[in-house]
């Protein structure tokens, strides 16, 4: 019986090495990585790491981003997914052996990609701010939307013009966030995949807690203040790349606290303390002004008000 048992899981440790080995070189080699990869990839990874140690998953890693490297040429691809892979694989491991919550785990995994952002954004060239924008105004061209703007709101030709030129630049100057909020969503689905594979595969739990509990480290409101200090200082010196640092941690941290904020806000609306007047009162400002949601999940990252005690 134990031998059976023994090669069953000497078996599965196989499967998840060829996986982790096999799925981004090929992907690599066919030029296909995308969402599927990006998601599917974490997981034997992370299963190497919890069955033979955060060593094994690192040497793992390395020997997959030489691999991808030989077969791409492309070095931006393999340091900027190569990081990824090994950066939320870590995050992961150690969350399993420390006891970390949902959130923690993802705060740390996160931020290996700020380096996939900045090489995506530093392949493009210094002056990647200007390119994307003509690229996105030449797409809004393409598209009629001017003379859309011209029949239906009737502007001029020079105003829709101007119009358009703000619209492709703010397009090009959030490229950076949306291109984070896509590794968020990413590290989520990681995270639903690595908690289904280790419960079925090593019977080991990975509770997320109820959307009502959901919280970040209270250390991870600094990047909201330096995104506010960046944007500051930016319009201050006229400094147009600090101004674009500030643009995307706002939005980053808009949309996260956003979420952290209806979490906090159903807690309190169930809450039987709170007023039941104040509880509408509540309603009909968020109804009107939505900010407010991420205003309540900024402050709540320091201030805490469900008292939800830090992860180890």
Same mark, same amino acid.
């Given at each position: 019986m &134990?031998?059976?048992? &023994?090669?069953?899981? +000497?078996?599965k440790?196989a499967?998840a090495l060829? +996986?982790? =080995?096999?799925?981004?070189v090929?992907a690599?080699?066919l030029?296909?990585?995308g969402?599927f990869v990006d998601?599917c990839?974490?997981?034997?990874?992370?299963?190497?790491g919890v069955?033979?140690g955060?060593?094994?998953?690192?040497? =793992?890693a390395l020997l997959?981003?030489?691999?991808?490297?030989?077969v791409s040429?492309?070095?931006?691809?393999?340091?900027?997914?190569g990081?990824v892979?090994l950066?939320?694989?870590?995050?992961f491991?150690?969350? =399993?052996?420390?006891?970390?919550k949902?959130?923690k785990?993802?705060?740390?995994?996160s931020?290996m990609w700020?380096?996939?952002?900045?090489? &995506?954004?530093g392949s493009?060239g210094?002056d990647w =701010?200007t390119q994307?924008?003509n690229?996105?105004?030449e797409?809004?061209?393409?598209s009629d939307?001017q003379q859309m703007?011209?029949?239906s709101q009737g502007?001029g030709?020079s105003q829709?013009?101007?119009?358009l030129?703000?619209?492709s630049?703010i397009?090009?100057?959030i490229?950076?966030?949306?291109l984070?909020?896509?590794?968020?969503?990413?590290?989520?689905?990681?995270?639903?995949?690595?908690?289904a594979?280790m419960k079925r595969g090593?019977?080991?739990?990975?509770e997320?807690g109820?959307f009502?509990r959901?919280t970040l480290p209270w250390?991870a409101?600094?990047g909201?203040?330096a995104?506010l200090a960046a944007?500051?200082a930016?319009?201050?010196?006229?400094?147009?790349w600090?101004?674009?640092?500030g643009?995307?941690?706002?939005?980053v941290?808009?949309?996260?606290?956003?979420v952290?904020?209806?979490?906090?806000?159903?807690h309190?609306?169930?809450s039987p303390r709170?007023?039941f007047?104040?509880?509408i009162?509540f309603?009909?400002l968020?109804?009107?002004?939505p900010l407010?949601?991420?205003l +309540?999940?900024?402050?709540?990252?320091?201030?805490?008000f469900r008292?939800?005690?830090? &992860?180890?």
């Amino acid at each position: 019986m &134990s031998k059976a048992l &023994s090669r069953k899981e +000497l078996a599965k440790d196989a499967l998840a090495l060829v +996986l982790a =080995l096999g799925l981004p070189v090929l992907a690599a080699d066919l030029n296909v990585w995308g969402f599927f990869v990006d998601i599917c990839a974490v997981v034997p990874f992370v299963w190497i790491g919890v069955r033979r140690g955060k060593a094994a998953a690192i040497g =793992l890693a390395l020997l997959a981003v030489v691999g991808v490297y030989l077969v791409s040429r492309n070095l931006v691809l393999t340091l900027g997914n190569g990081m990824v892979l090994l950066g939320v694989s870590l995050s992961f491991v150690l969350g =399993l052996e420390r006891g970390w919550k949902p959130g923690k785990m993802l705060f740390w995994g996160s931020l290996m990609w700020i380096p996939f952002v900045v090489l &995506s954004i530093g392949s493009v060239g210094q002056d990647w =701010l200007t390119q994307l924008q003509n690229a996105y105004l030449e797409m809004f061209q393409q598209s009629d939307m001017q003379q859309m703007l011209i029949s239906s709101q009737g502007l001029g030709a020079s105003q829709t013009q101007d119009w358009l030129q703000k619209v492709s630049w703010i397009a090009a100057a959030i490229y950076p966030a949306i291109l984070y909020l896509y590794g968020l969503v990413t590290m989520v689905v990681n995270f639903l995949l690595v908690k289904a594979v280790m419960k079925r595969g090593m019977g080991l739990g990975l509770e997320i807690g109820p959307f009502m509990r959901w919280t970040l480290p209270w250390y991870a409101v600094w990047g909201a203040i330096a995104g506010l200090a960046a944007y500051l200082a930016g319009d201050n010196w006229n400094l147009t790349w600090l101004i674009v640092v500030g643009i995307n941690l706002g939005l980053v941290y808009a949309v996260i606290c956003l979420v952290l904020g209806l979490s906090v806000a159903i807690h309190l609306f169930v809450s039987p303390r709170i007023p039941f007047l104040l509880k509408i009162i509540f309603v009909i400002l968020v109804l009107i002004n939505p900010l407010i949601l991420s205003l +309540l999940g900024l402050f709540d990252m320091v201030m805490n008000f469900r008292k939800i005690p830090e &992860s180890a």
